[in-house]
């Protein structure tokens, strides 16, 4: 079976982000928009990242259009996370999720997760240390929600 390492992403800022460096951490991907009323997630996800950082869980957000819902550049996406919900986790520049132009990512992950297409912002996929997708939790899934599950990751 395949792995997420062999993808990469380009970071906010330019920079590429590999993710054969996320080997052995346990990863959570999360589809974000600015706009969107789910938006204050992120405030709970970041809230994860710190108390987990240390025990290898990385979080990395991929904002997107797709729902017309994100603002209109990745600098004021970027500012807008931190100043209003104190995000520091990286996040990339803007993908699409669903379609012909859909990031290859999502194919995969959609893929291994086999439940199709992206329905909202704020799809979740919890990845293992082994680059594995362990769960999909659905937009709604409030990120505290999801705690236990990366509890179980990290101690593995």
């Known amino acids: 079976?395949?792995?997420?390492?062999?993808?990469?992403?380009t970071e906010m800022n330019g920079g590429i982000i590999n993710f054969r460096d996320y080997q052995g951490k346990v990863l959570l991907v999360v589809n974000t928009a600015s706009k969107c009323g789910l938006a204050?997630?992120?405030?709970?996800?970041?809230?994860?990242?710190?108390k987990y950082h240390n025990?290898?869980?990385e979080v990395l957000g991929l904002p997107s259009n797709q729902f017309h819902q994100e603002l209109g550049s990745d600098e004021e996406t970027?500012?807008?996370?931190?100043?209003?919900y104190g995000v520091t986790f990286p996040m990339t520049r803007k993908v699409v999720v669903n379609g012909l132009d859909e990031d290859p990512l999502f194919t995969y992950l959609k893929d291994q997760s086999g439940n199709g297409r992206i329905k909202w912002n704020f799809t979740k996929f919890l990845i293992g240390k082994d680059g594995k997708l362990i769960k999909r939790f659905a937009p709604v899934t409030k990120p505290e929600k999801m705690e236990?599950?990366?509890?179980?990751?990290?101690?593995k």
Do not use: G, R, W
């Open 148 to 155: 236990n599950y990366i509890i179980d990751a990290v101690k």
């Open 55 to 57: 025990q290898d869980f």
């Open 40 to 50: 204050p997630q992120l405030e709970a996800i970041e809230a994860l990242y710190n």
């Open 78 to 84: 970027s500012d807008f996370c931190q100043m209003h």
């Open 1 to 9: 079976m395949e792995t997420i390492y062999k993808f990469q992403e």
